[in-house]
């Protein structure tokens, strides 16, 4: 077991070495509380991209896979965190992943954040419940990433909401679709609202803090804006803008 143990720190460590210095494609694309402008981070002093990315994963690898993994020797009982770990190298792996590209297309706005919000439900259980026109909004979007980043928000406001429902709503606004996906959890906080889209950014000590990253990723490359902060309802929300077909 305590080889087991030594190799799967090797992977995470090498997983970290992959991520922090693998090149971006042209078009780049776990719930944390991080729901914030897209562009706070361009007002705060600069920071090294590769320091930020090894020091998320150092904090991660530490209280995630090896304080766990070592407290499980001392103890004489690995099998538990083993499986922990495992699953932990899977949401890496799932993370750092390259996207392939999809290309943009015609597409009825409403059947797929339909397809989503019962995907979702059915994985997790959480209640969605959807508010928008019972008509086809037709958008041009490159569907696989819009969903993948649609399920990684749909999965940080469901966690943040405690297994209460999460609230999707499509509306137009300045002669665009919005989407807004709100939440019954606390809402963001001061911090959370500068610091929402940063890679590897959470206040939780065993989560990747990537689900937001990598949302807005997927969304920036197709031109759709995000935005995010607290409702005037209560909880958190994000704003997803984009344009009608052209």
Same mark, same amino acid.
């Given at each position: 077991?305590?080889? /087991?143990?030594?190799?799967?720190a090797?992977?995470?460590?090498?997983?970290?070495? &992959?991520?922090?210095?693998?090149?971006?494609?042209? =078009?780049? #694309?776990? #719930?944390?509380?991080?729901?914030?402008?897209?562009?706070?981070?361009?007002? @705060?002093?600069?920071?090294? #991209?590769?320091?930020?990315?090894?020091?998320?994963?150092?904090? &991660?690898?530490?209280?995630?896979?090896? $304080?766990?993994?070592?407290?499980?020797?001392?103890?004489?009982?690995?099998r538990?965190?083993?499986?922990?770990?495992?699953?932990?190298? @899977?949401?890496?792996?799932? %993370?750092?992943?390259?996207?392939?590209? =999809?290309?943009?297309?015609?597409?009825?706005? /409403?059947?797929? /954040?339909?397809?989503?919000? @019962?995907? &979702?439900?059915?994985?997790?259980?959480?209640?969605?419940?959807?508010?928008?026109?019972?008509?086809?909004?037709?958008?041009?979007?490159a569907?696989?990433?819009?969903?993948?980043?649609?399920?990684?928000?749909?999965?940080?406001?469901? %966690?943040? =909401?405690?297994?209460?429902?999460?609230?999707?709503?499509?509306?137009e606004?300045?002669?665009?679709?919005?989407?807004? /996906?709100?939440?019954?959890?606390?809402?963001? =906080?001061?911090?959370?609202?500068?610091?929402?889209?940063?890679?590897?950014?959470?206040?939780?000590?065993?989560?990747?803090?990537?689900?937001?990253?990598?949302?807005?990723?997927?969304?920036?490359?197709?031109?759709?804006?995000?935005?995010?902060?607290?409702?005037?309802?209560?909880?958190?929300e994000?704003?997803? $803008?984009?344009? &009608?077909?052209?």
């Amino acid at each position: 077991m305590e080889m /087991i143990a030594w190799v799967l720190a090797g992977l995470f460590a090498g997983l970290s070495v &992959y991520l922090a210095f693998r090149r971006p494609r042209g =078009s780049p #694309p776990e #719930p944390v509380d991080q729901r914030a402008s897209m562009t706070a981070g361009q007002d @705060r002093a600069e920071e090294d #991209p590769g320091d930020l990315v090894l020091n998320g994963m150092a904090r &991660y690898l530490g209280t995630a896979v090896l $304080s766990p993994l070592e407290d499980s020797l001392r103890k004489g009982d690995t099998r538990g965190a083993v499986e922990d770990a495992v699953d932990a190298l @899977r949401d890496l792996a799932f %993370h750092a992943q390259v996207e392939t590209e =999809s290309a943009a297309d015609r597409e009825n706005l /409403i059947s797929v /954040i339909l397809g989503v919000t @019962r995907e &979702y439900t059915l994985e997790t259980g959480t209640n969605i419940k959807f508010i928008g026109p019972n008509k086809p909004v037709h958008v041009v979007l490159a569907p696989e990433r819009f969903k993948d980043a649609l399920f990684l928000i749909l999965a940080n406001a469901g %966690h943040f =909401s405690g297994g209460q429902t999460v609230e999707v709503t499509v509306k137009e606004k300045e002669n665009q679709p919005e989407i807004r /996906i709100r939440d019954q959890g606390p809402g963001f =906080s001061e911090e959370a609202l500068l610091k929402a889209f940063e890679p590897f950014w959470t206040t939780e000590s065993d989560a990747l803090g990537l689900g937001l990253f990598q949302a807005r990723k997927l969304l920036e490359g197709q031109g759709v804006a995000v935005d995010a902060g607290n409702s005037d309802e209560g909880g958190g929300e994000v704003v997803i $803008s984009l344009c &009608y077909e052209q």
